[in-house]
């Protein structure tokens, strides 16, 4: 994201990233990304530390595990239940237990 997207913005070019393909755990289709406009970066991670300097605004969804879960598989397939529960919700937690992204957030929303 850093090198595809936000270093190009930032010099005034415009950026381009690859979705990821979690089910397959692949690249996908590729994606333009032009330059004056509004760009949102979604995703837990997108409110690391290192990166809030990069941001103009920041927003926390606080959503409770059982409601992520649900949207998850929703989402993403009953396949992908054991991922949910064994890899991403436990990385989730542990980021969010070391980064506190809702102490730097600019605004606090409910997710359910």
């Known amino acids: 994201?850093?090198?595809?997207?936000?270093d190009?913005?930032?010099?005034?070019?415009?950026g381009r990233y690859q979705r990821w393909e979690w089910a397959t755990d692949v690249g996908a289709e590729?994606?333009?990304?032009?330059?004056?406009?509004?760009?949102?970066?979604e995703?837990?991670?997108?409110?690391?530390?290192?990166?809030?300097?990069?941001?103009d605004l920041t927003v926390w969804v606080s959503t409770?595990?059982?409601?992520r879960l649900k949207r998850g598989l929703a989402g993403d397939g009953e396949a992908m239940r054991q991922r949910w529960l064994e890899v991403w919700t436990p990385e989730e937690d542990a980021?969010?237990?070391d980064e506190r992204p809702a102490?730097?957030?600019?605004f606090i929303v409910g997710g359910a």
């Open 1 to 6: 994201m850093i090198c595809q997207v936000l």
């Open 8 to 14: 190009p913005l930032r010099a005034g070019r415009p």
């Open 30 to 41: 590729w994606h333009d990304v032009p330059t004056g406009g509004v760009v949102i970066v």
């Open 43 to 55: 995703g837990v991670s997108a409110t690391r530390q290192d990166l809030s300097d990069r941001w």
């Open 64 to 67: 409770p595990r059982d409601v």
């Open 95 to 97: 980021f969010v237990a």
């Open 103 to 106: 102490e730097r957030a600019n």
